[in-house]
C-alpha cells in the first residue's frame, strides 16, 4: 500500500504537471500533440505466441513534454493492460529529465504491478549527454531496484547510446550492457538504429515472471523511423531476445513491430 500511494502521488504530480504546461502551451499557441498506435506481434518458441499493443497521446509545451501511454497485451489467455505517465521536464538549455510512473490495473499477472523510474540528463560538451537513473519495479510481491547510468555522444548525423546497469532483486545483484547507434537521415525524424545488449534486466522487460525468473538474456533489435508527410511518421521494428531461466530452460522471442504517428 506504501508504494502504491507513492505511485499515485507521482502520477498525480506528472498530471498536474501536463495540465498546468498544456494551459501555458495553449496561451501561446505553442502547444504541440501527437498521437501514437503501435503493434507487435511475438513469436515464442515452444510456447502460444503473443501479441501486445500500445497507444501514446502527448504533447509539447514550453518547458515539459507530457506522454499518456496505454499498454496492452494477450498471452497464455489473458489480457493484461498497463497504463502509465511520462514527463520530459527541461531546466536549462543543457539539462533535462525523463520522469515515468505506472501500474497494472488488473490482476492478470502479464505486466509488473507498479513501475517508476527516473533519468537526469546533463549535456557535458562535446555533443556527450550523461544521465543517472533509477528504477523501481513491484511484480508478485517482489521489489526490483534497478540503478543505471546513460550516455548519449552525437557525432555528425549519427547518435551512439550506451547504457550499463544494475539490477538489486531480492539480495541479489546483476549487470545489463547495452549499446545502441542511431543514424539519422533528412531530419530528426527519420532514422535507422540497431541495439544490442546482455544482462538479466534488458529495458525491454516488461513482463512480471522475467524478473523473477530469467537469469540470463542476450537481445538485439533494429528500428527505422521514416515521416510520411508533415504529420504522419510511420515505424517498424524487429526484435530478438533469447533468454536462460534459472531452471536451465532456453527460449527464444522474435517480434515484429509497427506504428503510425499522427502529429497535430
Known amino acids: 500500500m506504501k508504494n502504491q500511494r507513492l505511485i499515485s502521488a507521482v502520477l498525480l504530480c506528472?498530471?498536474?504537471?501536463?495540465?498546468?504546461?498544456?494551459v501555458q502551451a495553449q496561451s501561446g499557441n505553442e502547444l504541440k500533440h501527437s498521437?501514437?498506435?503501435?503493434?507487435?506481434?511475438?513469436?515464442?518458441?515452444n510456447?502460444?505466441?503473443?501479441?501486445?499493443?500500445?497507444?501514446?497521446?502527448?504533447?509539447?509545451?514550453?518547458?515539459?513534454?507530457?506522454?499518456?501511454?496505454?499498454?496492452h497485451a494477450y498471452r497464455f489467455q489473458q489480457h493484461g493492460t498497463f497504463l502509465s505517465a511520462v514527463a520530459y521536464p527541461e531546466f536549462s538549455e543543457d539539462m533535462y529529465a525523463?520522469?515515468?510512473?505506472?501500474?497494472?490495473?488488473?490482476?492478470?499477472?502479464?505486466?509488473p504491478d507498479f513501475r517508476a523510474s527516473g533519468t537526469l540528463y546533463r549535456n557535458v560538451g562535446n555533443g556527450?549527454?550523461?544521465?543517472?537513473?533509477?528504477?523501481?519495479?513491484?511484480?508478485?510481491?517482489?521489489?526490483?531496484y534497478i540503478y543505471s547510468l546513460k550516455a548519449n555522444w552525437y557525432v555528425g548525423s549519427f547518435l551512439l547510446i550506451g547504457s550499463p546497469s544494475l539490477q538489486f532483486l531480492?539480495?541479489?545483484?546483476?549487470?545489463?550492457?547495452s549499446g545502441s547507434v542511431r543514424k539519422y537521415l533528412s531530419d530528426p525524424?527519420?532514422?535507422?538504429?540497431?541495439?544490442?545488449?546482455?544482462?538479466?534486466?534488458?529495458?525491454?522487460?516488461?513482463?512480471s515472471d522475467d524478473f523473477q525468473n530469467t537469469f540470463t538474456s542476450f537481445f538485439a533489435s533494429t528500428r527505422i523511423q521514416y515521416p510520411l508527410s508533415e504529420q504522419w511518421i510511420f515505424t517498424?521494428?524487429?526484435?530478438?531476445?533469447?533468454?536462460?531461466?534459472?531452471?536451465?530452460?532456453?527460449r527464444t522471442r522474435t517480434g515484429i513491430q509497427t506504428g503510425i504517428t499522427f502529429k497535430f
Do not use: C
Open 14 to 22: 506528472l498530471i498536474s504537471m501536463g495540465i498546468q504546461n498544456h
Open 35 to 45: 498521437a501514437t498506435v503501435q503493434s507487435e506481434y511475438v513469436f515464442v518458441n
Open 47 to 71: 510456447l502460444e505466441n503473443w501479441v501486445r499493443n500500445q497507444a501514446f497521446y502527448g504533447f509539447e509545451g514550453k518547458s515539459v513534454t507530457w506522454i499518456g501511454r496505454l499498454r
Open 98 to 111: 525523463y520522469l515515468m510512473a505506472g501500474k497494472s490495473p488488473d490482476n492478470a499477472e502479464i505486466y
Open 128 to 144: 556527450l549527454v550523461l544521465g543517472p537513473g533509477m528504477q523501481y519495479i513491484r511484480a508478485q510481491n517482489t521489489n526490483v
Open 170 to 177: 531480492e539480495g541479489k545483484q546483476s549487470l545489463t550492457v
Open 189 to 207: 525524424n527519420s532514422f535507422i538504429s540497431v541495439t544490442v545488449g546482455g544482462g538479466q534486466n534488458p529495458e525491454d522487460t516488461f513482463f
Open 236 to 250: 517498424a521494428g524487429l526484435k530478438f531476445r533469447k533468454d536462460t531461466y534459472t531452471s536451465g530452460t532456453e
